[in-house]
């Protein structure tokens, strides 16, 4: 298992275009989350899913946000009409409930790194 | 509303112990975690806390007081490489969503 993964690692674009990302979560993890994080600052949640379903979603994701996780398994975040304070640091985690020690934590991937210009 | 604050900043040296509080105050409240994340890395888990008490892992421990809505992550035999941010995340609600502090960086001099 290698762990979570999230592709683009960079992504620099201009105001106004159209971005997706995407994250592959540890295997047969069921909870799949999306969090954003700005210099100096902790993560913010942004939504989660359970398998497919999309349970919740922060105030924080205006509707130029959307999250989909189709078949359970990878999940992919779009950003339409950037702007440039969606500049920012991508995380993505996954946990799984049943498997989990005692913690259940989540498992962040190492991120995807949004410039908009 | 959610609230979780941590100091921004600590140093210390190496070889030393510091000690990272963390106060909180959220609803659905599930446990406390803590993560340590260096530079552009991806934050990584260092300690749980669900019950009131000490969790001792190694170097590191980590106490949670429910009713006084507070934490502390202790480091011990600070090392060059403990150089990074430690987050505190309070889990939430039915799906476990982590909300943070904003992280105290802590810096180990020599």
């Known amino acids: 298992d290698t762990g979570v993964s999230q592709d683009p690692r960079h992504k620099i674009t201009k105001r106004g275009q159209n971005v997706t990302f995407r994250c592959d979560p540890i295997s047969e993890h069921n909870r799949l989350y999306w969090y954003r994080q700005t210099l100096g600052q902790g993560p913010e949640f942004l939504t989660y899913f359970q398998n497919e379903a999309q349970l919740e979603k922060s105030r924080l994701l205006s509707d130029r946000f959307s999250a989909e996780r189709p078949k359970g398994s990878f999940s992919t975040l779009e950003i339409q009409r950037t702007e440039q304070g969606d500049s920012a640091m991508y995380l993505c985690?996954?946990?799984?409930?049943?498997?989990?020690?005692?913690?259940?934590?989540?498992?962040f991937g190492p991120g995807t790194r949004l410039t908009v210009l | 509303g959610q609230n979780i604050d941590q100091p921004t900043e600590m140093t210390a040296t190496e070889g030393a112990i510091v000690q990272i509080n963390c106060t909180y105050q959220?609803?659905?409240?599930?446990?406390l975690f803590w993560y340590q994340q260096h530079a552009g890395e991806a934050p990584t888990f260092l300690s749980y806390n669900v019950l009131d008490g000490l969790e001792e892992k190694g170097r590191f421990s980590s106490f949670l007081s429910r009713s006084k809505g507070y934490s502390y992550l202790l480091l011990k035999e600070l090392q060059m490489k403990d150089s990074a941010s430690y987050l505190c995340?309070?889990?939430?609600?039915?799906?476990?969503?982590?909300?943070f502090g904003g992280g105290t960086r802590v810096l180990v001099k020599p």
């Open positions: 995340a309070a889990a939430q609600g039915a799906g476990n969503k982590l909300t």
């Open positions: 959220t609803s659905g409240f599930n446990g």
């Open positions: 985690a996954s946990s799984s409930p049943q498997e989990a020690g005692p913690y259940n934590e989540q498992f």
